[in-house]
């Protein structure tokens, strides 16, 4: 089921958060489990964003929660240990629940060494590393995520986002949309679908050394594109490989710091629909959400199967 979402304004910024979360709301029916949102926010592009998470959510109430916001600080601790360690500056920190915090640094050296050194600390998750992009994944529907964590502060230009119903892994916060495309800053995927060779795909990829942090099948999208860049491709080359590198019924949607993609397996067996103008292009598994943001009379219209598109802001 699932139900994913994605904007692009071409030549503005605007509540980027509350757009999406709009959208998302929308297609609570297709997937109430967990919500995620990757938005691509405005800043000086000088730091790096680093949104992770230092356990799982156990949720209001309880009875474990004190013991596990201990083990939290203790895991918070070590990262920050690990940072001083690589040399990097933590210009801004935020802690935005117990086990999710947000730290703007500095930092100018190999992010893959980076990323192994503070997912060395147990349970700690990165969630995204860019220089616009703001990645948010948690238990509950849009509204509760987007509350949760203010998102509408956040202003930018585009985003995509996923309402989750968990079938194929847990509902929890690793498995939860949408995934960062590590180890590149400000790349991140969105899918609904099923992929029939993921165990053979991952297998191949973490024996080229990639990272894994869940058994979704979607994870296998973002580190796909991944290793396809990490050799050199562009990303919609990467994007088009994907039609004929995974197998089953996908529909797919990936950001960077300045694109919105979207890929359609040629079986076309899963939803999408589309508006695009001169500046604005919405997409969402169902009509209603772009309806969510766009009340008004326009025209829509499905992709065809295979198809590849990406638009620049």
């Known amino acids: 089921m699932c139900g994913i979402a994605g904007l692009i304004h071409k030549d503005k910024s605007v509540n980027i958060g509350t757009e999406l979360q709009s959208m998302l709301q929308a297609l609570k029916h297709r997937g109430p489990d967990s919500t995620g949102y990757a938005l691509y926010g405005d800043t000086d592009g000088q730091n790096f964003i680093m949104r992770f998470i230092v356990g799982e959510n156990v949720g209001e109430g309880s009875s474990s929660i004190n013991e596990e916001t201990t083990i939290y600080d203790e895991r918070k601790k070590l990262v920050d240990k690990h940072l001083a360690d690589l040399g990097a500056t933590i210009i801004k920190e935020e802690r935005l629940t117990p086990y ?15 990323s192994k050194k503070i997912e060395s600390v147990p ?16 238990i509950g529907d849009a509204k509760e995520v987007y509350d949760r964590y203010d998102l509408s502060k956040i202003k930018g230009t585009h985003a995509i986002g996923h309402a989750r119903m968990a079938t194929e892994s847990g509902v929890d916060i ?14 991140a995927v969105v899918h609904n679908g099923q992929l029939t060779n993921y165990w053979n795909n991952r297998r191949a990829l973490e024996n080229k050394g990639m990272r894994f942090m869940s058994e979704c099948d979607s994870e296998l ?24 590198g995974l197998d089953g019924v996908f ?18 067996a899963k939803p999408l629909v589309l508006y695009e103008s001169d500046n604005l292009i ?13 009340p008004q009379e326009i025209d829509t219209y499905d992709p065809f199967d295979g198809e590849v598109k990406v638009w620049q802001i």
């Open 100 to 114: 999710s915090l947000r730290y703007e640094i500095k930092y100018d050296k190999d992010l893959m060494a980076f």
């Open 123 to 138: 349970m700690v998750e990165i969630l995204s590393i860019g220089k616009s992009l703001e990645l948010v994944k948690d």
């Open 174 to 187: 690793k498995s939860a949309h949408p995934f960062w495309g590590y180890p590149f800053s400000d790349v």
């Open 221 to 244: 999208i973002a580190v796909y594109l991944a290793e396809k860049m990490r050799n050199g491709a562009t990303l919609a080359e990467g994007m088009k490989d994907s039609l004929t």
């Open 251 to 268: 529909t797919y949607f990936v950001a960077t710091k300045d694109c919105l993609g979207m890929a359609k397996d040629t079986m076309a």
């Open 282 to 294: 919405a997409m969402g598994s169902e009509e209603i959400a772009i309806r969510a943001i766009l």
